[in-house]
């Protein structure tokens, strides 16, 4: 089992496909030693750390991780591993499946940074010539490259690209240990928008190394930017500045004796500078003046001092002086009386006094590094003007620091960049520990803290307040009378004695004095151990620059120097904030920057001190892994547990391996995870569940596990192969059998459908010929349509049947149907009449015999009859009330059915006289009042007569023998039809209704008739007529 493979085992990564393939891509050359020290078997050996190192840097794999945090070694040659293309292979991709790179740190904070919508930074450590510039650029380039941009954005993407050059010509340079030397802090933030694209950036610069400017060590150069004017600028553009192309002939160029190096092309560089100065937006008066200023320090460095006649200090070089004065754009008197004096002030009066040959240098020197260091900052403010975006943005901040060094000689410079470093190793040991704690707390394991060095001590004895080290300088620097560098070293011994990182001459004992000479302190950093010499702190500290000289450059008509020299300074009592202070704090807000971001790591190491490409130093690399703390790092990782991973992740990849997670597992993923490792036998000691993940503690756990899988691959193989090709036969075997059955299916689907049009054919054509001898006997030839006729006929009826008694429609029936068709409509009639007589109500049934006897009599005869039909007859036409009480009491047992108001008309002379009719069972009688004026047996009764018009008269037809029995009565009433069908009723149907014409003749006395004459007229009228007729006109109704 290559132990490579392993990687994507303790990846966070969610998709074992494409761990599968990406290990593929890996080669046998990227399988060199393990891709992540945590899969060291041997964690705690350093041997081992670093032969593993050397295996790899030996195959050119410069990059190794720890977990998370990157390890890069520097080739010192280019490698083919910086393309776009490589770039594209690691966008997207999870941080384990391919093997380790500066582009899978930066794609994996990219992606953090979007899909957490947290800031992150990533922090680049390692000793000066590492490759930490490098590594900052290469992901910068990364994030310029594959982060999407529009046209817009990609004036921005040029400039945060371009500020380097810019920020390496002016503040790098050749040191011993690296030819491009960061001489100054910076941190980068590159801000993105929502959708992931760069627009906009911010830099904060750290103290600038200014003592280069006027001196370098031997071996050493000045900032580059000198020798790239020098070297690449334009011979009229060196004219106006007063240079010549010669570096040698400028005094702060030759300090190092190394005007040239054979890595850097200088004049190359210089137009690279130049170009990126136009893309970020430089203006060309602001690069004039930036060049003045180049020049200037330049002259400064060549301006000498020599006694004059009166054996005063001058200056003796008149041509730079005038140079000086123009490129400063300040007055050349009054810059030569500001080099050669300074202006104290003694109890409250300005004093002149000349400088001594040394003051007049110190002076100049302190010009000249205060003009660059201006420069520089003011340098840095342009570049985040152009970079500026305000608005809301999520931020990625590149943190690229002076490494930790060690020289011969260590001055202030060295001392602070130390310390920084010093701070950053404790954030480092911090976040890491955190962040580590913090997993397994949200996990739910419990955990041990693992010991490390906590190198607080040495920060607290730098920067602790009164007693730190700062502390101590400020105080000296400040505090009145002579203080000087080696009072500041007693001061020193006096406070710090006995502190346990802290060694002087006089405090060290016998054996390791000799390590400390009188001028040093030794500090004992976590990196190791350092001599400081103190010459120069207490000038360095106060970065002193003589009032004088201030004033004249405060002056300048340069648009640039008098952004750097505020005219205020000068009159600010206000004393400036010494340079370790000023340092320290800068410090403290870096530090709470990177805290409130998410951090990644890449620690960077040199394999040899002579930049030599394939050279692997053990003893110095062994160094630098010691104070980078990787092994801590490591120990750290590995104390707790040294793989994590998600239960789908893990249970998907090994389910194989256990028969009840095989070949899918259906319950929770946890316990699944927890089947798995039993089945697995993995001891409780070796691992433990948390909320989304298993924790395994030992490698060697995980790699039993991946041999399994590997001696399981051949029988899964096997499995998928067979399973492969029985699903590809069945899937055959059932494509040939569905295309079988969709062919009988189609058959038998088309032999229906012809034998349906066959039937079809056979019945229209029955039909045609049926219709035309349809009225021919029944017949084979028609048998089919009469049937058919008859069918339809039959089952129409029994369908639409008439729905009521009144509803007379029916259908016509086919001639064979006449005769049935009357039967059957009879039947119908029949039935349904039938029906409604069953469901008719008694009271309805009594009024509609009523009604049929008033048909019977009056339909077509009476003039009035049809109006009468939708009128109900009623019981009475009076009220029991109305009835005469007395007349009542008459009639003994017979009760009045039915009684109603009449008008009776007298038979002689027609008189009309207001009369009840009340009917019994068997008699009819008038009554006028209480009294009973005639009474007619329904025996008696002879017959009815009535008129055919529409008036109200009746004759009661009565016989009388006798004189003294009353005879016909002429009545006349409403609701006529009602009265005489109602007496009809009651008489038993067996008097005869007459109707007449025009008149009704009746008798008056035995032998005497009267006439009641009817005619038509517009309106009821009642009158005698000459004849002694009655005449009773009625309007005619119906036509
Ligand atoms: N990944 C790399 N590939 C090729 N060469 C590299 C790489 N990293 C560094 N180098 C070489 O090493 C030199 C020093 O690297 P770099 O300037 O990044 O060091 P540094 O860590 O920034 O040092 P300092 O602290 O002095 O600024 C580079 O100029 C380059 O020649
Ligand atoms: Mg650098």
């Not at 590492?130 to 594959?146: D, F, P, R």
């Not at 602070?416 to 890491?432: A, D, P, R, V």
């Not at 003589?546 to 750097?564: F, G, M, P, T």
Request: net charge positive; with cysteine; hydrophobic share 35%.
């Amino acid at each position: 089992l290559e132990m490579s493979s392993l990687f994507d085992l303790c990846s966070v990564s969610e998709c074992p496909v494409v761990h599968l393939v990406m290990e593929s891509t890996l080669t046998a050359r990227d399988r060199v030693g393990v891709q992540d020290f945590v899969l060291l078997e041997n964690y705690t050996s350093e041997a081992a750390f670093i032969e593993n190192l050397r295996r790899r840097f030996g195959e050119n794999l410069i990059y190794t991780y720890i977990g998370s945090v990157l390890v890069s070694v520097n080739p010192n040659k280019d490698l083919e591993i910086y393309s776009k293309a490589h770039m594209e292979r690691y966008r997207g991709v999870s941080f384990y499946e391919i093997s380790p790179h500066i582009y899978a740190v930066s794609d994996n904070t990219y992606r953090a940074m979007r899909t957490e919508r947290r800031d992150q930074c990533i922090l680049i450590s390692g000793e000066s010539g590492a490759g930490k510039t490098e590594a900052s650029k290469k992901i910068l380039q990364y994030y310029a490259t594959t982060c999407p941009v529009t046209d817009h954005l990609s004036t921005l993407r040029d400039r945060l690209v371009q500020s380097n050059p810019v920020l390496e010509a002016f503040g790098n340079a050749k040191t011993l240990r690296n030819d491009n030397s960061s001489r100054f802090g910076k941190y980068m933030d590159v801000q993105f928008d929502f959708r992931g694209a760069p627009i906009g950036g911010h830099i904060l610069n750290y103290l600038l190394e200014k003592s280069r400017v006027v001196h370098q060590n031997h071996g050493e150069r000045n900032f580059h930017i000198f020798y790239q004017l020098l070297e690449g600028g334009e011979q009229n553009l060196l004219s106006k500045l007063g240079l010549e192309r010669n570096a040698q002939k400028y005094q702060y160029l030759v300090k190092g004796c190394c005007p040239r190096v054979s890595s850097i092309n200088d004049k190359n560089d210089w137009r690279t500078v130049r170009k990126a100065l136009t893309v970020i937006g430089f203006h060309e008066d602001e690069v004039e003046d930036l060049l003045n200023i180049i020049a200037s320090v330049l002259h400064l460095g060549n301006t000498q001092f020599g006694e004059g006649k009166n054996g005063e200090n001058q200056i003796t070089t008149e041509p730079q002086l005038k140079y000086l004065s123009k490129l400063l754009g300040v007055d050349g008197a009054a810059l030569r009386e500001a080099l050669t004096h300074k202006k104290i002030t003694a109890k409250g009066e300005e004093m002149i006094s000349p400088l001594s040959f040394e003051q007049a240098v110190a002076a100049r020197d302190a010009l000249a590094k205060a003009v660059y260091g201006r420069a520089f900052t003011w340098l840095v403010v342009k570049i985040n003007q152009s970079l500026a975006f305000k608005g809301s943005s999520s931020v990625i901040g590149l943190l690229d620091i002076y490494g930790f060094e060690v020289f011969q000689h260590n001055s202030f410079e060295q001392f602070c960049i130390n310390y920084c470093n010093e701070k950053l190793h404790q954030l480092f040991i911090e976040l890491t520990l955190k962040s580590e704690q913090e997993e397994y707390e949200a996990e739910g394991i419990t955990w041990e803290p693992v010991k490390y060095f906590d190198n607080k001590i040495i920060c607290d004895l730098v920067e602790g307040k009164h007693k730190g080290l700062i502390s101590i300088l400020d105080e000296e620097c400040l505090r009145p009378g002579e203080p000087s560098d080696i009072s500041f070293l007693e001061k020193l011994e006096d406070t710090l004695g006995g502190h346990a990182h802290f060694v002087t001459h006089k405090l060290s004992n016998g054996k390791t004095r000799k390590a400390v000479s009188r001028e040093e302190f030794k500090l004992i950093h976590y990196a190791g151990e350092v001599n400081y010499s103190v010459n120069g702190f207490l000038d360095k500290n106060k970065d002193l620059l003589y009032r004088n000289l201030k004033e004249v450059i405060c002056q300048s008509n340069s648009q640039v120097l008098s952004q750097c020299f505020h005219r205020e300074e000068v009159t600010d009592q206000k004393r400036p904030e010494t340079t370790a202070t000023q340092f320290k704090n800068s410090l403290a807000k870096l530090i709470e920057i990177l805290m409130s971001k998410e951090p990644s790591y890449v620690r960077c190491i040199k394999p040899n001190d002579a930049k030599q490409s394939g050279r692997f130093d053990e003893a110095l690399v062994r160094h630098q892994v010691k104070y980078l703390g990787l092994m801590e790092n490591l120990r750290v990782r590995r104390a707790g547990f040294a793989y994590r991973r998600h239960y789908e992740t893990f249970l998907q990849r090994y389910k194989s391996l256990c028969p009840g997670t095989w070949p899918n597992w259906q319950g929770r993923l946890a316990d699944g995870v927890a089947t798995l490792v039993q089945h697995l036998g993995y001891k409780p000691e070796e691992y433990k569940l948390g909320k989304t993940k298993i924790f395994i503690r030992f490698p060697k756990t995980l790699f039993s596990t991946e041999d399994s899988l590997e001696a399981r691959r051949p029988a899964l193989v096997l499995t998928l192969q067979t399973s492969w090709r029985g699903y590809r036969e069945r899937a055959k075997y059932l494509r040939i059998r569905q295309a079988v059955i969709q062919s009988a299916w189609r058959g038998m689907i088309s032999r229906q459908k012809a034998r349906r049009r066959r039937h079809a054919v056979d019945i229209i054509r029955k039909f045609i010929k049926g219709f035309i001898y349809r009225h021919y006997e029944h017949c084979p030839e028609n048998e089919y349509f009469l049937d058919h006729q008859r069918f339809s006929f039959l089952m129409m009826l029994f369908r639409n049947p008439p729905k009521s008694v009144l509803d007379k429609s029916w259908p016509i029936p086919p001639p064979c149907l006449t005769e049935a068709s009357e039967h059957l409509c009879r039947l119908c009639m029949r039935n349904m009449m039938r029906a409604y007589c069953r469901r008719i109500q008694p009271e309805w049934k009594k009024q509609m015999e009523q009604k049929v006897v008033a048909s019977q009599i009056f339909k077509d005869q009476k003039d009035s009859y049809p109006q009468s039909v939708p009128k109900l007859f009623v019981a009475s036409r009076l009220n029991s009330e109305e009835f005469n009480l007395k007349v009542i009491q008459t009639l003994g047992n017979d009760k009045v059915k039915y009684g109603i108001a009449v008008t009776k008309y007298d038979r002689r002379g027609y008189k009309a006289r207001p009369r009840q009719l009340l009917l019994t069972s068997s008699f009819a009688m008038l009554v006028a009042e209480a009294k009973l004026k005639q009474r007619i047996d329904y025996a008696t009764l002879r017959s009815i007569s009535v008129s055919s018009l529409s008036d109200g008269f009746m004759v009661l037809h009565v016989p009388s023998e006798d004189n003294k029995q009353k005879s016909d009565v002429v009545l006349q009433c409403d609701h006529l039809i009602e009265v005489v069908t109602k007496l009809a009723t009651m008489a038993d149907k067996k008097i005869k209704v007459n109707m007449s014409q025009d008149s009704i003749t009746f008798a008056v006395a035995r032998g005497k008739e009267g006439v009641i004459d009817f005619t038509s007229g517009p309106e009821l009228k009642v009158a005698k007529c000459k004849k002694g007729h009655l005449l009773v006109t009625a309007p005619k109704l119906n036509p």
